[in-house]
């Protein structure tokens, strides 16, 4: 049975850090890209970032390029989201994904003082 | 990114036909297809259906999906209370070389 299990989420101030955590299991987690998605309190879902298989290639939502970095530790079988300079409008449930077909129950990220 | 388009909201009876319309154009909805996504409050996403017709196991047959061009839609039969939920389309855009989302349209099931 494939299982995706995101842990990290929390409350953080503007412009701090926070780093999530993906484990995967029930799959050939290195054959597979990743995505993280994230849907703000109400709104719909928006893509983050995908990362390919290997980790090689990465793909970022221009919302988070050059403050947020994917990863993945296929030893592991553990995704990464870091994220800087977070903002209020960061704060959303983030979904692990192998998009479409799994999805994780989520972490909740809220960014405020 | 651009997104995919989907009406907001769409109302029906119990048993009756729902069909969820999503828009996208040639770099995603008519290059890949789209993935449906069925969503109940408080429940992360579902796959309903991927590449436009395509049924995973599990799911009902009262679905179906089909595409024409940039244009992709998810049928439902046959409506059931447990059908009320938000539906989204997904696509992988080709250009953007990113995952482009459709707003969602909320079923009510009256």
């Known amino acids: 049975e494939v299982q995706l299990l995101e842990s990290g989420g929390g409350l953080v101030q503007p412009g701090g850090s926070l780093r999530l955590s993906c484990a995967a299991s029930?799959?050939?987690?290195?054959?597979?890209?990743i995505s993280w998605v994230r849907q703000a309190p109400g709104k719909g879902l928006e893509w983050v970032s995908t990362?390919?298989?290997?980790?090689?290639?990465?793909f970022y939502a221009d919302s988070v390029k050059g403050r947020f970095t994917i990863s993945r530790d296929n030893s592991r079988n553990t995704l990464y989201l870091h994220m800087n300079s977070l903002r209020a409008e960061d704060t959303a449930i983030y979904y692990c994904?192998?998009?479409?077909?799994?999805w994780g129950q989520g972490t909740l990220v809220t960014v405020s003082s | 990114q651009a997104g995919l388009t989907q009406p907001p909201s769409v109302s029906k009876g119990l048993r009756q036909t729902a069909t969820f319309i999503c828009t996208g154009n040639?770099?995603?909805?008519?290059?890949?297809?789209v993935a449906w996504l069925q969503q109940h409050q408080g429940h992360p996403p579902k796959l309903l259906s991927y590449?436009?017709?395509n049924r995973p196991s599990g799911i009902s047959a009262r679905l179906s999906a089909s595409r024409s061009g940039n244009t992709a839609s998810l049928t439902i039969t046959g409506l059931q209370p447990e059908d009320e939920a938000d539906y989204y389309c997904?696509?992988?855009?080709?250009?953007?070389?990113?995952?482009?989302f459709g707003g969602g349209t909320k079923l009510t099931v009256l």
């Open positions: 994904a192998k998009m479409a077909d799994y």
């Open positions: 029930g799959f050939t987690f290195s054959s597979y890209a």
């Open positions: 990362i390919s298989g290997g980790g090689g290639s990465t």
């Open positions: 040639s770099n995603n909805v008519g290059d890949q297809g």
């Open positions: 590449r436009s017709n």
């Open positions: 997904s696509a992988w855009d080709s250009s953007l070389s990113a995952w482009v």
